[in-house]
């Protein structure tokens, strides 16, 4: 069955550098996939949705790439700032659920001043 | 606009009590989702509605939940005789179609089962 892998250990980083975080998948090729930003306590929130035909997608200091050939989405944000410090998901649909997203577990950054 | 509005934001409750989870999506929003979400874990799909049909109901995970949407609007996810697993923050989610759409996310329910 499909699988999704993201960092599990936390990321911190300094201020105003720039933060990559990893979605690796197994066993499928997604059509899409979508990154999701949580803080404690809330529900996600929707940033990007990149598609498989696309190489890269930028919004403002965010940037998403996905590589069907390495299976793998990586996820930026530049010149990065305390307030980017939350959980981010990575979200593909499921294999032959094109409706339904399957959810990575997220990585937890930490922007320090 | 109004965002995703769940209630209650806590429910505890005892085990083998059943429970009623509210979830009001987004108006004109016709699809639905109902996830889990386990301390420290990602989320779990349970249940997506297109309109008031329930096209994938593989994620619930036993007989004991079910849920139901009416009117295209409301819906609910009901749990009977709760056990102590069940305990997880029950997020609801809803988008304006289905296939890529981004999907708006309410504040969820904390359910504790004691």
């Known amino acids: 069955s499909q699988k999704i892998e993201q960092n599990s250990e936390a990321l911190n980083i300094q201020e105003g550098k720039t933060a990559t975080l990893t979605c690796n998948y197994t066993n499928y090729s997604p059509a899409y996939l979508q990154w999701y930003r949580q803080d404690p306590g809330r529900g996600p929130v929707f940033l990007l949705l990149?598609?498989?035909?696309?190489k890269e997608k930028r919004k403002e200091r965010l940037k998403v790439t996905f590589d069907t050939t390495l299976k793998q989405s990586l996820f930026h944000i530049t010149a990065s700032q305390p307030a980017d410090s939350a959980t981010y998901l990575c979200a593909p649909p499921f294999s032959g659920g094109y409706n339904k997203l399957i959810f990575g577990a997220g990585t937890r950054l930490a922007v320090h001043p | 606009g109004a965002g995703v509005s769940q209630s209650p934001s806590n429910k505890v409750t005892e085990k083998g009590k059943d429970v009623e989870l509210r979830c009001d999506p987004i108006s004109g929003h016709t699809a639905l989702y109902w996830y889990r979400q386990s301390l420290g874990q990602g989320l779990e799909f349970l249940i997506y509605?297109?309109?008031?049909?329930?096209?994938?109901k593989s994620g619930l995970p036993s007989d004991r939940f079910s849920a139901e949407r009416t009117g295209g609007s409301v819906s609910t996810l009901t749990i009977q005789r709760t056990q102590q697993e069940d305990s997880a923050v029950y997020l609801c989610a809803s988008s304006l179609g289905l296939a890529q759409n981004e999907q708006f996310f309410g504040p969820g329910t904390r359910l504790t089962v004691l």
């Open positions: 990149i598609r498989e035909n696309e």
């Open positions: 509605f297109q309109g008031n049909s329930a096209p994938d």
